[in-house]
């Protein structure tokens, strides 16, 4: 599964899900309240449109939903009042 549309071949390696999900709970651990809107922009990328210029594209959001939904399951982190977790 690609990571983003801006991506054209999904990960190499195998564990790739794991290394996000630990990138995910360090980012969460630095600056809590952020959701799946603002992991989509922090992996998103550049979008190459062939002759036009390139624009800005935000990651796959199932992605960061499915991690954070484990992380809460293991009890890692939890529901912000505001938002975010």
């Known amino acids: 599964v690609k990571t983003s ?4 071949l999904p990960p190499s390696d195998p564990d790739w899900l794991y290394t996000r999900t630990a990138s995910m709970v ?5 600056r809590g309240g952020t959701g799946v809107g603002g992991f989509r922009k922090v992996y998103g990328g550049q979008f190459r449109r062939g002759t036009m210029t390139n624009v800005f594209c935000k990651s796959s ?3 960061a939903r499915y991690i954070l939904q484990q992380l ?5 982190v939890e ?4 938002g975010g977790r």
Do not use: F, S, V, W
């Open 72 to 76: 809460e399951e293991m009890g890692l």
């Open 26 to 30: 360090r980012k969460i651990y630095i």
């Open 79 to 82: 529901q912000d009042e505001n």
């Open 61 to 63: 959001g199932k992605i």
């Open 5 to 8: 549309k801006a991506k054209e």
